[in-house]
């Protein structure tokens, strides 16, 4: 969408949140056809497109009554909008769908989405946008500032995959957005994770309620949800957070879970920029490099997740996590065929043991921490538990010996504990069937 154009109180709109024209694409970024042409390149190499939108509002340096409407495309009238106000409480609901966001400076004006005109016509809006560009995926961006029963015709005109931005910390109110759309960001779950790695004296209990209350509040638990440790709208974890293993577990937890895991740009690059704009760095500044810490630690968590999906003894989609076992400092968390173990003593701490008290593991079974740089193994002791040994607070992601192939991350591994073989097949007594079975279907 075409932004608003030169410099504002709050610099340019270089990011693409203050829209004045919904018909236009933003020619700062290129074409019709550079759009079409980057849909095509990103299909061929097996990718997907995932398009941010904004519904809610258009940007403005002015507010009425010197506000000109004229400025905007397609609503360019006053009753396209909501009667101007700033929202004031942030508990009351309706402030919060009806009165505007931003201050005096930069107007985010309101677009009044309880008109049926209004609604006709991003319905429409929207159903050409994916089609003429081959759009796989939505992000909604500002969706609790949108009544609810917006969305479904919306999403039913896209008629694609669509994630929304519900940024709050209240486990009912975000989760009942999933009500309306797949999936919403876990703003919650965030809320707590970060509190839960702020420091080596912080609550790990936290995790544990979080996956509780997710359960409760969201449709299908946290598979309706996407989880996600930094975005562009809150300063990143690095610069706040300056323990290497602090950052590592944070990661850890949003691909061990239920929730889809995602990135935010940089983080693969340990960028430590602080709250918006500094948090949205330019990227070419790392030259792209791979060879380095976080790059190479992301690119294990997301090897370790492909291994649990390919396991074919498992329904790790379908399987909901749950907390194996938990402490005020460490916490395990099982998505068979996957535990992720996890610590906030952080990398000054000593050797610290643990035992997994609940792990769903038969006895005997041979797990690989493929997070590790030796691939260490341990064993499932005869009452089920895992002896867990933490070394500098480094976080650790075990799957079963025989979930692992030889060109997988821990292969050579895997190959000498199954005596060359990788038969998934020998894994189907590895997990205690009561577990096995805790299974939802996501609709």
């Not at 396209?80 to 005096?104: A, K, L, M, R």
């Not at 079974?365 to 933490?390: I, K, Y």
């Amino acid at each position: 969408m075409a932004n608003i154009e030169g410099n504002t109180t709050y610099g340019a709109a270089y990011h693409g949140y203050w829209p004045v024209n919904f018909n236009a694409l933003n020619s700062h970024f290129g074409t019709e056809d550079d759009l079409k042409a980057l849909s095509d390149a990103l299909h061929k190499r097996g990718m997907y497109l995932m398009m941010d939108i904004i519904v809610n509002h258009v940007a403005a340096t002015a507010t009425p009554p010197s506000l000109t409407y004229d400025q905007f495309q397609p609503f360019n009238t006053a009753s396209d909008f909501h009667p101007f106000c700033f929202i004031q409480d942030y508990q009351n609901q309706t402030q919060v769908e009806q009165c505007w966001v931003g201050d005096s400076n930069l107007a985010l004006a309101d677009i009044n989405t309880e008109d049926p005109n209004i609604v006709s016509t991003y319905n429409s809006w929207i159903k050409n946008v994916v089609t003429t560009y081959n759009v796989d995926g939505l992000r909604l961006d500002t969706v609790k500032h949108v009544r609810q029963d917006f969305w479904p015709d919306f999403l039913s005109s896209a008629g694609v995959f669509a994630v929304g931005e519900v940024l709050d910390d209240r486990y009912n109110y975000t989760g009942g957005y999933t009500k309306v759309m797949d999936t919403v960001f876990n703003y919650p779950e965030w809320f707590n994770l970060i509190k839960a790695f702020l420091n080596p004296q912080a609550d790990m209990g936290l995790l544990s309620s979080s996956v509780d209350l997710t359960k409760q509040n969201f449709k299908n638990g946290a598979m309706s949800t996407v989880s996600f440790s930094e975005n562009h709208d809150n300063a990143r974890n690095p610069s706040g957070i300056f323990d290497p293993m602090l950052i590592k577990s944070i990661m850890t937890w949003t691909f061990g879970g239920d929730g889809i895991p995602t990135l935010y740009y940089g983080q693969e690059a340990g960028y430590s920029g602080g709250n918006d704009p500094m948090n949205r760095e330019a990227l070419w500044f790392t030259s792209y490099s791979t060879d380095v810490t976080y790059y190479k630690f992301i690119t294990k968590l997301n090897q370790a997740r492909k291994l649990a999906l390919a396991d074919k003894t498992a329904k790790f989609v379908s399987t909901p996590a749950e907390v194996a076992s938990s402490t005020s400092h460490h916490i395990a968390l099982s998505k068979y065929p996957m535990l992720t173990v996890l610590t906030n003593s952080g990398n000054s701490s000593a050797n610290i043991e643990w035992s997994i008290t609940k792990s769903g593991f038969k006895s005997g079974v041979t797990l690989v921490d493929v997070l590790s740089d030796a691939c260490e193994t341990v064993q499932v002791a005869s009452d089920g538990s895992v002896p867990v040994t933490f070394k500098a607070g480094a976080p650790k992601v075990y799957l079963p010996a025989t979930s692992l192939n030889s060109t997988s991350v821990c292969g050579a591994k895997a190959q000498a504990n199954t005596g060359g073989s990788s038969s998934s097949a020998q894994d189907s007594g590895a997990f205690h069937s009561q577990a096995a079975t805790s299974s939802v279907i996501v609709s």
